[in-house]
């Protein structure tokens, strides 16, 4: 068994054109997500998965592995394959773990990516496993662009929504509101940020760990009905009939997704690196 961490990262993005080489604090934000996620234990390799030489350079010469991949990729996750295969140089095995960490998300905590490897290692029923974190205010309750996850008591997903869920028929739900989104403590992982009056109310994170033979199945398997309505890839596992584990995690993550957003993380790496 190898666990191996796949890091996409393209150099298309409508927000914001070439952003894994923008320079955060003296570094393309690329090379920030390699350096974090190899602080995680236990991994065999981690490579970055991308479209464009120029993000391949910029990998290579911070001392990181990449590989290209075909820019028409219907999937992250299709992608994420593509990219173990062509660093092996033949097909994963069934028993690897392949832990797929954004691109944009440079302060990710390394011990999420070994909760999540650890959670397909200990226990055989879960093809693959994600993360979540207490929704904290009614906005993100109602955003669509926020996605809730409905959980079983094992913690397994019962089902990924942009919709408000699970809906309380006969009450509306509280949450205490934690500090200004402009507040750089507000996003620094790990921080004791106020919790939701009801643990029920959570949102996803984008991270994914997957058993080899699962992943193999999956992208083999072509976007179900209920994928195409909510544009969530994950909803083909659970149509697939999948178990996914989910690990909770207080740390919202603190993504890059437009120039302000970079400026801002830049600020909190000087500041940690300081």
Not at 153 to 172: K, M, Q, V
């Amino acid at each position: 068994m190898k666990t191996y961490g796949i890091i996409p990262s393209r150099f298309g993005s409508s927000r914001f054109p070439g952003k894994p080489l923008a320079n955060l604090a003296g570094k393309p934000l690329v090379a920030w997500v390699v350096e974090a996620v190899k602080k995680a234990k236990g991994l065999d390799a981690v490579v970055v998965a991308t479209d464009d030489e120029r993000i391949v350079k910029a990998v290579e010469a911070c001392g990181g592995i990449a590989v290209l991949t075909p820019s028409d990729l219907p999937s992250g996750t299709d992608r994420i394959a593509c990219a173990a295969r062509r660093y092996l140089g033949g097909d994963f095995g069934d028993d690897d773990i392949l832990v797929n960490v954004q691109g944009d998300e440079p302060l990710i905590d390394p011990a999420l990516v070994e909760a999540l490897a650890a959670k397909l290692k200990d226990d055989a029923r879960w093809s693959m496993a994600t993360a979540v974190t207490p929704i904290r205010c009614a906005a993100d309750f109602a955003a669509r662009t926020v996605v809730k996850v409905v959980l079983d008591r094992d913690d397994g997903a019962l089902y990924f929504s942009r919709a408000p869920i699970p809906c309380d028929r006969d009450h509306t739900p509280t949450f205490q509101t934690p500090a200004p989104p402009n507040s750089q403590t507000s996003k620094l992982p790990n921080l004791q940020t106020p919790k939701p009056s009801n643990s029920l109310y959570v949102r996803h994170l984008g991270i994914y760990a997957y058993r080899g033979a699962f992943l193999k199945r999956y992208i083999a398997e072509p976007p179900c009905e209920l994928e195409k309505t909510e544009k969530l890839e994950q909803l083909r596992a659970l149509w697939m009939g999948a178990k996914i584990a989910v690990v909770r995690t207080d740390d919202e993550g603190v993504g890059v997704d437009t120039p302000e957003d970079a400026a801002r993380v830049e600020q909190l790496l000087l500041a940690r690196h300081a």
